[in-house]
């Protein structure tokens, strides 16, 4: 089983929809949970952190649920620019403070 | 906000030659970087984690004598990919946290090296 699994996708989805992924992680010592973003040939860029108690940041919403480990990103109205792979990564700090990445969700926004 | 430089972007190399990739934090001391490799379509795979002063920490599976690691300083940390071959043909990227144990990672914008 991997440590951090998403459903690789891909989710088309038209301009204006709301689109929801999630991610699994393994290991119930993990302390720390991102979601990134990752455009074609280009290194990933932290979207969002993601917390215990649900943030947002704009059309973005992230949520934690420790007791299922089980993480969501939630974006609503979608834009054509929102288009990209989105990382899943879970940190866990007694581990040599490494991240460890799910293998990505690609979500492509049409017209 | 914290920034991590890499080159180079892109290289190319025939094959049974070495090549040096750099990572720098320009603006932070970085006493731990990591470097990663993708493969097309793929997630990040940690390959080891570069430690300043000390030698670096390899994930299985990776070897320690092809890819060269060195952290001579706080804010540089080079892999060098010794006796490339084709299969060593990927996108290679090196990150670092700021400050340290919080918040996400930065990364360089990653090398896509091809042997030819």
């Known amino acids: 089983r991997k440590e951090v699994e998403q459903d690789p996708g891909p989710f088309n989805v038209p301009e204006g929809a709301t689109v929801a992924f999630n991610c699994t992680y393994s290991n119930s010592a993990s302390q720390s949970f991102f979601w990134y973003r990752q455009d074609c040939r280009k290194e990933p860029k932290l979207l969002m952190s993601?917390?215990?108690s649900g943030n947002e940041d704009g059309r973005f919403t992230a949520q934690l649920n420790r007791a299922s480990q089980y993480i969501s990103l939630l974006i609503r109205d979608s834009k054509l620019s929102d288009s990209a792979t989105y990382l899943c990564v879970v940190n866990m700090y007694n581990a040599g403070n490494m991240l460890t990445f799910g293998g990505g969700t690609r979500l492509m926004v049409k017209p | 906000g914290a920034v991590v430089s890499q080159h180079p972007s892109r290289v190319i190399c025939k094959s049974g030659t070495s090549v040096k990739i750099e990572c720098r934090s320009l603006?932070?001391?970085?006493?731990?970087m990591f470097w990663y490799r993708q493969f097309p379509k793929k997630s990040l795979m940690l390959m080891a984690t570069?430690?300043?002063?000390?030698?670096?920490?390899?994930e299985q599976g990776v070897e320690k004598d092809k890819f060269l690691i060195n952290h001579a300083s706080l804010t540089l940390s080079t892999l060098t990919v010794t006796s490339a071959h084709p299969e060593d043909s990927s996108f290679y990227i090196c990150?670092?946290?700021?400050?340290?144990?919080?918040?996400?990672?930065?990364f360089g914008s990653g090398t896509r090296l091809t042997v030819v």
């Open positions: 570069s430690n300043e002063g000390s030698k670096a920490t390899y």
């Open positions: 990150s670092a946290s700021h400050p340290p144990k919080s918040y996400g990672y930065t």
């Open positions: 603006d932070f001391q970085a006493t731990t």
């Open positions: 993601v917390y215990s």
